[in-house]
């Protein structure tokens, strides 16, 4: 068979074409299959913008009556001066105490942009963080611990029980802790 | 180390290091937004306050370095010439945002180029650190010690219910953003990276191109990153794009090898076509120059393309950008003048690997 479209050399390439729910089957040479049809496809996907969900979100949701999200949208923050319609059109917080003085309207929000959550799991800064970072530990020596019962090394497993009780004190004095390090 | 030392080079030397996956990983990079509390953010701070950051979050990471065993030199953006900047954004190792900002800002690299600090761009603070090759742990763990040196003396904007505090609402909770950029020349020629991009964007995920404007995905290189930060542990992120990161990886691998099997011929010539192009050509547009340099690579990893160095692709990605280019020419460069000087530095680039690989032989 010759190539459909340069009628030159042997046809290598069979193309399957859809149009208007008709198959159609195209011979051609690896030149012209190349020419025509490049193996290369670009990713191209526009971006809905952050601003663009934010107030995409808003209006959708907000069917209560016009004064009531008038009077909703002028919630101010006493640190920045933003106001929540400054924070919805910019997608973005003036300060940390935004935060604050948008506590009640901000979970609606996260739930959208972070896959339904509302509430941080994690790392904590400071002694927050240190306490958090305790109660870490302490698990992991507790499941070190069952181990060791399994594995009937007893006198380990005392060990370890007596690593948590002192983790534990050192919990609930506030994690005060004389080795800073 | 002035900063000229991170304007002349490329590659950052970090880069040299040898990762796991790195033929189809080609760095990992950590990324943690962190504010000060009694500052507002950067959007709707005033100079003094932004002065005031800059310098007791440059001050606390210099006092570090001993701790940290790291040097860091701090360069202030404003007394940085506007090109000097491109460069370094085209680096990645700022962002536009800082590189554009009126007000007072900071970057404070380290010597290898794979710690930066921001100061005052979007968030007071953000930490980044790049590794080589797939090493999500690792480069988490340095970004978390890096963390914990500025935590020891600065008062950081967290809050029981949100987490650590952020300007933008995309990063509240651990302020974490993990990425690996990827290297998918054989997935995006057998058109599966919708399907892929689809799917992972069903779990938490995003994948988005690297080099150029907007989402194009040049010279086939993405970069696969969490969109969730709120809610979901820092090991539970990491362990998330990890596990993704190789499925990806095995789905890469096969398609190369089914690309082998099935057209080994015309992928050969067209991986060959991109050496002859970028060894010859005298006119190259960032596009094709991408395009071609990404076929070399590919022909490089899977052994059909022999004695040049993989680098060429994260080298040339970078130097080719119109901020490197006329920093080169030492000159400004309008769009056809960069595509012709672009040419000739490629071509210059693998008369080199030539030279390397014909004093090799005579060694020999």
Known sequence: ?181 | MSIEHFLDNSISSWMAGEGKHSDIVMSTRIRLARNLNGYRFPLAFTEDEAHKIDQSVSATLLDASDELQMKFSSIHIKDVSELSRQVLVEKHLISPKLANSPMTGSVLLSDDESVSVMVNEEDHIRIQCLFPGLQVQEAYDQADELDRVLDKELPYAFDEQFGYLTSCPTNTGTGLRASVMMHLPALTMTKQMNRIVTIISRLGMVVRGIYGEGSEALGNVYQVSNQTTLGKSEEDILADLQSITEQIIQKEREARDALLKHSANTLEDRLYRSLGTLSFARIMATDEAARCLSDVRLGIDMGLIEDIDVSILNECMVFMQPGFLQKYAGTSLNTSERDMFRAKLLRERLQKEEKQKAKGEESE
Not at chain 1, 125 to 141: F, N, Q, V, W, Y
Not at chain 1, 147 to 173: C, G, M, N, P, W
Request: proline fraction near 4%.
């Open chain 1, 1 to 181: 068979m010759i190539c459909e479209n340069c009628k030159q050399r042997p046809a290598k390439v069979t193309v399957t074409q859809v149009h208007n729910g008709e198959h159609l089957e195209r011979h051609y040479c690896e030149v012209c299959a190349n020419s025509l049809h490049p193996f290369y496809v670009e990713y191209k996907q526009d971006p809905l913008s952050l601003h663009q969900l934010l107030s995409n979100w808003f209006s959708q949701t907000e069917q209560q009556p016009m004064q009531q999200k008038q009077q909703k949208n002028m919630i101010v923050c006493d640190e920045c001066g933003w106001s929540i319609q400054r924070f919805l059109d910019e997608g973005k917080f003036g300060c940390a105490n935004c935060y604050t003085s948008f506590r009640p309207q901000l979970p609606n929000v996260f739930k959208r942009l972070h896959n339904g959550n509302t509430t941080h799991i994690g790392k904590a800064p400071g002694a927050l963080g240190e306490k958090i970072a305790l109660k870490k530990r302490i698990d992991s020596i507790r499941s070190q611990m069952k181990e060791a019962i399994d594995t009937e090394s007893f006198e380990e497993a005392a060990k370890l029980r007596d690593e948590v009780r002192d983790l534990e004190s050192q919990l609930s004095t506030g994690g005060d802790r004389t080795d800073v390090n």
